[in-house]
Structure formats: C-alpha cells, structure tokens
C-alpha cells in the first residue's frame, strides 16, 4: 500500500491532488499492480488512475478479404419505409 495517508474504500485508494502531486510515482506504481487510486479534491472525487490495457501492435491491412459491405447498405430498412 502507498501510505497510512490512504484511506482505503472496497479496495479502491484515495488520496487528495496534494499528497498526489508528492507521491505520483509511488501511484502508478500501484495502478499498475492493478489497484484504483482515486485523486480527490475539496472532499470530492476527482480522478481515478487505473492501469491501461496495453495496446496490441496493429497490422494494417490485416482484416483484408474478410470484410465486405453490400451493394445496398445505405438503402432504408424495410421496418422504416413508413417513416420516410
């Protein structure tokens, strides 16, 4: 855990912009063991630092022949030709 500092609320932290400010790195350390961390502000929740999902290396063109759109894809459904 970060500090006695924390108050700890269903397994979620929370920590005012000030002790954020001199803590920061020891916050993300702990987003990243996948603890919420939230910032909070005049006794109001302001931000939560949660870790973020790594990004998959993207493959341009990858999808290639495995996609098509019909002839007709902008034409009205049957169900809302009464509405045009």
């Known amino acids: ?43 109001l929740s302001m931000v939560k630092l949660i870790p973020n999902p790594p990004v998959k290396n993207r493959k341009p063109g990858s999808a290639k022949g495995q996609v098509w759109m019909s002839e007709d894809f902008d034409e009205p459904l049957e169900d809302f030709k009464d509405y045009m």
């Open 1 to 43: 855990m970060i500090t006695e500092h924390l108050i700890k609320v269903n397994l979620m932290q929370s920590i005012t912009v000030e002790e954020a400010i001199q803590k920061l790195p020891d916050l993300i350390d702990a987003a990243l063991r996948g603890e919420e961390v939230v910032i909070t502000k005049d006794d």
